[in-house]
């Protein structure tokens, strides 16, 4: 996966799995975090998660999806929309046999052009061996 140019880590994910990342004002943020997918989830149950979680953290939800991914041979969840700070929100998981990786980007609306193009390219520089590489 291709991190955007001007981007740096600054910590680790919530569940100890990943890392976030934020431009150098710290106005953007992107995390990307992985699991083992040990209770076999589909990508239909991990997209019902996010909706939840999503209705529980007051966010309006704009876009949603689950299709299979053919650039990474697995089902991608895909939820997007406005956090109620009014800031943006995009969550995708990729759902394998064996691991889950998930992306979260937030950033203001105001940087919506640029942050869009980051998204984008961030998430087709994602590869297979991101998804079922070594552990």
Do not use: C
């Amino acid at each position: 996966m291709t991190v955007p140019a001007g981007f740096i880590g600054s910590g680790e994910t919530d569940n100890g799995d990943g890392q976030i990342f934020t431009n150098e004002a710290k106005t953007v943020s992107m995390e990307i975090s992985g699991s083992h997918n040990i209770t076999e989830e589909t990508a239909q149950e991990v997209h019902a998660a996010a909706q939840e979680q999503a209705r529980t953290d007051g966010q309006t939800v704009t876009y949603q999806t689950v299709t299979n991914d053919p650039a990474t041979g697995t089902e991608k969840s895909t939820i997007s929309g406005y956090r109620s700070d009014g800031s943006v929100f995009y969550d995708a998981s990729w759902v394998g046999v064996d691991r889950i990786v998930t992306m979260r980007w937030i950033y203001p609306k105001s940087l919506a052009t640029s942050a869009d193009q980051w998204v984008t390219a961030t998430v087709r520089s994602l590869t297979m061996f991101d998804i079922e590489g070594p552990a």
